[in-house]
């Protein structure tokens, strides 16, 4: 193979984690907006704004394309939005919203997060009555 292939297979090595984490993170965003709103891009415009994100962050057009094909279809897992509220550090309130397959694990993780910073979770409900969605803050 020769040097050559050596030195691009670790450049290649150290993106393609990278790479992985935004097209399965795109391909479940765009698998939920197309199994709630529909297939085609033309008739729902939250799939058609989510694909050209997609695109902008250079995510090929078969990751896409699987993702609408499977929520199409049916098949395969069933992703849910879930939201989970407490309180942080010093008394403030806070809302995890979170898109997963398994809510008992999904739980368990952000429970675990709440605890290792000593903070409360609570029952849906507890806070959301403070806020008004106005924004939404996504953070890589």
Known sequence: MGRAYQNRKV?????????????????????VCAKSGGGDPDGNLALRGL????????VPSHVI???IDKAKGGLGEDFAPARYEGYGPGGCKVIV?????????????VRLCFTKTKCKIGTPGT???????????AFK
């Not at 290649?12 to 795109?26: E, I, L, Q």
């Not at 919203?97 to 993780?109: K, S």
């Open 11 to 31: 450049s290649m090595a150290k993106t393609s984690d990278a790479k992985a984490k935004v097209y399965s993170k795109y391909g479940r965003e765009i698998y």
């Open 51 to 58: 694909i050209e994100r997609a695109k902008k962050d250079q």
């Open 65 to 67: 394309e699987k993702a």
């Open 97 to 109: 919203d979170c898109l997963t397959d398994n809510h008992n694990r999904t739980f368990g993780d």
């Open 127 to 137: 806070v959301s009555h403070s806020f008004d969605h106005v924004a939404i803050f």
